[in-house]
């Protein structure tokens, strides 16, 4: 065969001394290379990534490795986390981190434990990840203690059982902790779950129900969801973010069981957003609350922060996560445009110089029918990472330069309280005035507050909340500038610091508080999020920046990796 000739008669072939040495050389950097792959499987996507797509920052030239011993101080609190709760409260949804009670609040399935598998998988914590594996292939889906909230139940529980199906897929998970058909029992239980949450969308325009009775099938309301419209039980009324934040796990589900009908009920659940007949003056951006059954919204409120934000985040997401292909691809992406631009003019409020602080800093307010409130929820700094991303994706540079000076503004509410921790809610005087800001501060320790740092805290407590250091590793990933790593080590030494307590890590009831001691300063409760999301997103930045990338990666609102879909 003419091929093997040339094979034969190649350079190679014709000197045998330099053909052993290649040989040599070959088989020793193979082994080498197979080494470092044993000694950390984590580091590797597997070639997922979807051609042309490079968001993560390019030249780091050795900068990007990890971080060893901050990435293992992190691993470290994931471990008190997980160990606290396995020998205390292990199948409760959450633990109690102060006194070691649990709690039972997300329908007894074992939040905690389905929540942070993805976090076990990506810090390699196997042994951990192993006993969480056997509790979640006994749950039983078809039973739910309590009323269940769809939105809830679809980001921490079906993202958290899909991620653990896509970072095995791609091999993340190794074989003698979850085997195949472990694997196909857990996307059955992923099944199971999507569809006694289907009756939620049973509706007119396809919305959810803000609760469901999995005995019944039927949708419910609460008092914290009653319309203004129509004050009765069969007109609830919700924010944006409970309509428009189960696409991108319903569009998994999608590829993975070849079921078209789950990305079709998202697609019409936020369909009266996407495509609202009720034009608000800013494009892109909604009005809320919104009556589930006509798809009318019965409030004038418009904002990014809680209740609206992963609404936004969604938009964005999904144009990275299906392939361009997909339909309405292009228009979610002008919706999250326009809408970050909106918030940009219409939000975005400078702080005015305060008496001992001379630094002005951006941040988010809301709109409230036709009262700007200079008001910012932490919920709300997950919008810099976010808008970041955008700005790498769509090439828009303005967006990128708005997103780093939201963050510097998130990092402010940090470096300015006693803990170095962030509070809840927080208010500024604006620089240019909106005639009547709505905000002013009023006792004395605002006013103290405002004159340190031109801010003050509205509602003082830390509650394990991830949304800033989550914009720190985007922003560390896609600018590569080593700063944003700094800060989110400043933000975790201060958890470290401030949180930790005998059974977990507990919420601060103050941040401006470093007087009281132990129990005093706490409030007995950590949300699966903090090892679903906070935890996760601090461990990623100090990892070596090859591990998740951005590139083949994105991350639900919970914090759980999917797979681009090429
Ligand atoms: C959860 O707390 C209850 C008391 O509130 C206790 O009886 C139960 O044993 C606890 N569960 C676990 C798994 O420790």
Not at 63 to 74: L, M, P
Not at 136 to 163: N, W
Not at 227 to 243: L, M, V
Request: charged residues 25%.
């Amino acid at each position: 065969m003419p091929g093997f000739r040339r094979w034969g008669k190649s350079k190679l072939g014709r000197n045998p001394e330099s053909s052993f040495k290649l040989l040599a050389a070959i088989i020793v950097i193979t082994l080498y290379l197979l080494f470092k792959e044993f000694q950390n499987p984590t580091i590797r996507d597997r070639g997922t990534s979807r051609p042309g797509v490079q968001i993560q920052h390019a030249q780091w030239n050795g900068t990007g490795k990890a971080h060893e011993s901050r990435a293992e101080s992190v691993r470290d609190a994931m471990r008190h986390t997980f160990w606290r709760y396995r020998e205390n409260a292990w199948g409760c949804d959450d633990i109690l981190p102060v006194s070691g009670g649990n709690s039972t609040s997300r329908n007894g399935w074992g939040a905690f434990i389905v929540d942070s598998a993805s976090t076990l998988v990506l810090m390699g914590l196997w042994d951990e990840l192993a006993l969480s594996l056997d509790h979640i292939l006994a749950i039983d889906f078809t039973q739910a203690k309590d009323l269940v909230d769809p939105f809830e139940t679809t980001i921490r529980y079906l993202g958290g059982l899909l991620s653990i199906v896509e970072l095995y897929d791609v091999g993340l998970v190794p074989e003698h902790i979850l085997q195949r058909e472990a694997r196909h029992v857990i996307l059955g239980h992923a099944v199971t779950l999507a569809e006694k949450l289907a009756p939620a969308y049973d509706t007119p325009k396809g919305m959810p129900w803000p609760r469901l009775d999995f005995d019944t099938g039927q949708g419910e309301s609460t008092p914290a969801f009653r319309s203004r419209n129509d004050g009765e039980q069969n007109h609830p009324a919700i924010g944006p973010a409970r309509t428009g934040s189960s696409i991108l796990e319903h569009r998994v589900l999608t590829r993975l069981t070849g079921d078209a009908t789950y990305t079709q009920k998202s697609t019409s659940a936020w369909a009266p957003l996407v495509w609202s007949k009720w034009k608000t003056p800013w494009a892109g951006m909604v009005d809320a609350p919104i009556d589930i059954m006509t798809g009318e919204p019965v409030g004038r409120q418009r904002h990014w922060d809680g209740g609206h934000d992963s609404y936004y985040e969604y938009l964005l997401k999904m144009t990275l996560l299906a392939p361009p292909s997909d339909p309405h691809i292009d228009l979610y992406k002008k919706r999250f445009t326009d809408a970050a631009f909106s918030l940009r003019s219409h939000l975005s409020s400078r702080s005015a110089p305060a008496a001992e602080h001379y630094m002005q800093h951006l941040f988010i307010g809301r709109q409230n029918d036709r009262r700007y409130e200079n008001h910012q929820g932490h919920l709300a700094c997950f919008a810099p990472g976010t808008i970041l991303l955008a700005s790498k994706y769509y090439h828009q540079p303005y967006l990128r330069t708005f997103a780093l000076a939201l963050l510097e503004g998130c990092r402010h509410t940090y470096t300015s309280t006693p803990t170095k921790i962030g509070p809840e809610t927080w208010s500024w005087v604006p620089k240019f005035s909106y005639d009547d800001p709505l905000f002013v501060p009023e006792t004395a320790r605002q006013k103290t507050e405002a004159r340190a740092s031109g801010i003050w805290a509205r509602e003082p407590a830390y509650k394990g909340r991830p949304e800033y250091v989550e914009s720190l590793f985007y922003a560390w990933r896609i600018t590569g500038e080593p700063r944003y790593r700094d800060w989110a080590w400043e933000a975790f030494s201060a958890m470290e610091k401030h949180c930790k307590a005998p059974f977990g890590y507990a919420q601060l009831a103050d941040v401006y508080d470093v007087q009281s001691e132990g129990g005093e300063k706490w409030v007995d409760v950590q949300e699966s999020f903090w090892a679903a999301e906070t935890l996760k997103y601090l461990w990623l930045t100090f990892a070596d920046v090859e591990v998740a990338s951005l590139d083949s990666w994105v991350f639900t609102t919970e914090g759980h990796p999917f797979r681009m879909i090429r």
